[in-house]
């Protein structure tokens, strides 16, 4: 008989256990050695259901795609552990095999059984971005990667602890197979730490309310999850509305991939068919099934913000991929830059449901990550390896314009000031500024890219390898806005400035010490015609350097020039 609950003690449950999660996520930001988790946040922690793996809570504080892919990660390890059919109090178990937990080979799975009074109440788990896991590229985004060999050393589901004594070996094998083992251990310790003190909260939790009590509550949640969705789907309009976009290419041939979704709503349910889309590619663009799923979660909490990060928003939604898409990719496919696909995604998402509640959505955002390493060895030999993402502009909206140098939509990530990066690599920003004439036109326009310009300060010269996108197809506009700016990347060499050949990807970049790499990001699109922008917002916008007097006049007309001086 399952246990009646009221809607305050369901409230106080639900705050408590969110409060569990953001903890979790606090211990790891606060013990990580690796500035990518401890200052830009890539990480997450929840909670996860016994036997399905779903998420019953996530963290706020980590990374929004992690909510949907981290329950197939817990899943795995459920199927791995009936396989043996010994799962202990104190087991752990790691992995980082992205074609069976999601992201890419970089994010290391750790996921813990909690057990209360011998039973097993639910899953903890712990995802964060390691530094460096092997590979032919540090930071292991290779942009001309064939297969996952070449992104980063494979580790499936093993036990890292068994009944609490953690197994030496595997920290041996993992510690062997990377660039930065004093890293690596601070990160993996941070995991484990913040395992740890899951556990203990969750102790506190039920030795209060009790084990049905908290199971009543958390079964509530997503019940209550699945309600909301389906009344959001019900207060929109019925029909099928189609979208398509375009990767550059996948870091090997120089053709464009298209990504198409059809979204279609019928009463209280939505599907996103994803048929059309590119077949699996030979470089490092392709994702794997369970990152597409969570992808689609992901844009439909962007869509309906107000839902709560639990599987329960996903029962009214059909993700339909097709077999052999780049966005189904099985192992050994190499998936190392997803996080330029399912930026993609997210952006057919929001153009398909602009067209059917244009005032929910916000247009495309600068749709690339970035991913830039520069690494090199110090006058000691001591190798380093400066990885980071990098921000762009936001699409404008209904209500305002697009947030200017953002970080991307699928991430609560920050960018690592660069303060911090300095004082760890030998490097100089000789630029970090926002980037003139890069927002998409429109009533609201875009938010602005920026502009970085990194020198390489050490005598033994560095090499930079670039994971980027938005090269060749820009981000759109929405309800009738503009395109933003392209992205651009250049690097310096004896003769001067070059750019890649494929536009955004490049491998190899061999720098000497005083020379640079620039990056100029995309800015976000508009949103509603240019035409109904306010005159007094485009001569305010020339005023403060953000647009130039001949892109204001090309895209808005003069009427903007008659405005007083300010």
Avoid at 26 to 34: E, G, K, V
Avoid at 331 to 338: M, Q, R
Wanted: charged fraction near 20%.
């Amino acid at each position: 008989m399952s246990t009646e609950i009221d809607p305050i003690t369901l409230a106080v449950l639900a705050g408590r256990m969110e409060q569990i999660a953001d903890e979790m996520d606090a211990t790891l930001f606060r013990a990580a050695f690796n500035p990518i988790i401890a200052e830009a946040h890539d990480a997450s922690h929840g909670l996860y259901h016994a036997t399905s793996g779903d998420t019953l809570v996530q963290g706020k504080s980590g990374l929004p795609i992690f909510v949907g892919v981290m329950s197939f990660a817990v899943k795995a390890v459920i199927d791995k552990a009936a396989e043996h059919g010994d799962l202990a109090d104190g087991d752990i178990y790691i992995f980082n095999d992205a074609h069976i937990g999601g992201t890419h080979l970089s994010d290391m799975r750790l996921v813990r059984p909690y057990f209360h009074d011998g039973k097993l109440f639910c899953y903890l788990a712990s995802v964060g971005h390691w530094h460096d896991v092997g590979g032919a590229v540090p930071g292991n985004y290779n942009p001309a990667a064939t297969d996952a060999f070449q992104e980063a050393f494979v580790l499936p589901p093993v036990r890292l602890a068994r009944g609490g004594e953690v197994n030496t070996d595997i920290i041996d094998i993992l510690m062997r197979n990377t660039r930065l083992p004093q890293s690596a251990q601070g990160d993996l310790n941070g995991q484990l730490g913040a395992l740890d003190l899951g556990v203990r909260r969750m102790d506190e939790l039920l030795a209060e309310y009790g084990p049905d009590t908290v199971r009543a509550g958390l079964d509530a949640l997503g019940e209550r999850a699945e309600t909301l969705m389906r009344s959001e789907l019900e207060a929109l309009p019925d029909g099928r509305w189609e979208a398509t976009d375009y990767l550059d290419n996948d870091g090997i041939t120089d053709v464009a991939l298209p990504i198409t979704v059809a979204l279609e709503i019928r009463g209280d349910t939505m599907t996103l068919d994803f048929a059309g889309t590119a077949p699996r590619c030979a470089g490092p663009v392709n994702i794997a099934l369970p990152t597409a799923v969570a992808t689609a979660y992901v844009a439909i909490k962007h869509i309906f913000p107000d839902l709560p990060a639990n599987a329960g928003v996903m029962r009214p939604i059909s993700v339909l991929i097709p077999e052999g898409s780049m966005l189904s990719a099985k192992f050994p496919a190499p998936v190392g830059g997803y996080t330029e696909t399912i930026l993609r995604m997210i952006d057919v998402i929001f153009s398909a449901a602009a067209q059917a509640a244009p005032d929910r959505v916000v247009a495309n955002a600068y749709g690339t990550i970035n991913a830039l390493s520069i690494a090199g060895k110090r006058k000691n030999g001591q190798p380093w390896v400066m990885f980071s993402f990098y921000g762009g502009g936001h699409g404008g909206s209904s209500e305002s314009d697009g947030l200017n140098h953002g970080n991307a939509p699928i991430s609560t990530a920050t960018i690592p000031p660069m303060e911090i990066l300095e004082a760890a690599y030998p490097v100089m920003f000789k630029q970090w500024a926002l980037r003139p004439d890069s927002a998409g036109p429109g009533t609201h326009r875009g938010g602005m890219g920026a502009v970085y310009e990194i020198e390489v300060l050490e005598e033994n010269g560095a090499e930079a390898f670039l994971f980027g996108e938005r090269g060749r197809h820009a981000p759109q506009g929405v309800a009738g806005g503009g395109a933003a700016a392209m992205n651009r990347f250049e690097f310096e060499q004896d003769d001067g400035w070059h750019s890649p050949p494929l536009a955004s990807k490049m491998r190899g970049i061999a720098l000497r010490q005083g020379q640079s790499v620039r990056l100029e990001t995309p800015g976000g699109g508009g949103y509603g015609a240019a035409s109904g922008r306010a005159p007094a917002a485009v001569a305010r916008d020339v005023a403060m350097g953000l647009l130039s007097a001949g892109e204001a006049t090309k895209h808005y007309g003069d009427a903007w020039t008659k405005e007083p001086r300010t």
